[in-house]
């Protein structure tokens, strides 16, 4: 059973940083992408950042210059660095894993989402 563990969410002033990092379990050997998307109060769920494994990395437009995605040398766990956070960066984060690679060598396409980490950043 694939699971993702979320931490280092919180409440921060406006212009501060924050990391966020999650890091999957379950006999994984290889994980194709990992990205994290947020999900703010009466809106729709976005794409914030994504990192294959690769090495390739996508932003969102409001996350370009300011937050970075990156991954551990594991490949298993991933982090996300906000950087001057403003108050339209409240929201509930969520790390989301897609092709997993599991022991013994099962392919599983599938997305697997976390629990959420909440992101406040007060003005």
């Known amino acids: 059973q694939v699971q993702l563990v979320e931490s280092g969410g919180g409440l921060v002033q406006a212009g501060e940083s924050l990391r966020l990092s999650c890091e999957a379990s379950g006999n994984i050997t290889q994980i194709n992408v990992m990205s994290w998307y947020r999900q703010a109060p009466g809106k729709r769920r976005e794409l914030v950042a994504a990192h294959t494994r690769v090495g390739t990395t996508n932003y969102s437009d409001s996350a370009k210059g300011r937050f970075t995605i990156s991954r551990d040398s594991t490949s298993k766990a991933v982090y996300l660095q906000m950087n001057s956070l403003k108050p339209e960066d409240t929201a509930v984060y969520y790390c989301?894993?897609?092709?997993?690679?599991?022991?013994?060598?099962?392919?599983?396409?599938?997305?697997?989402w976390g629990q959420g980490a909440q992101v406040t950043v007060a003005s």
């Open positions: 989301v894993v897609t092709g997993i690679t599991v022991e013994p060598g099962v392919f599983m396409p599938e997305q697997f």
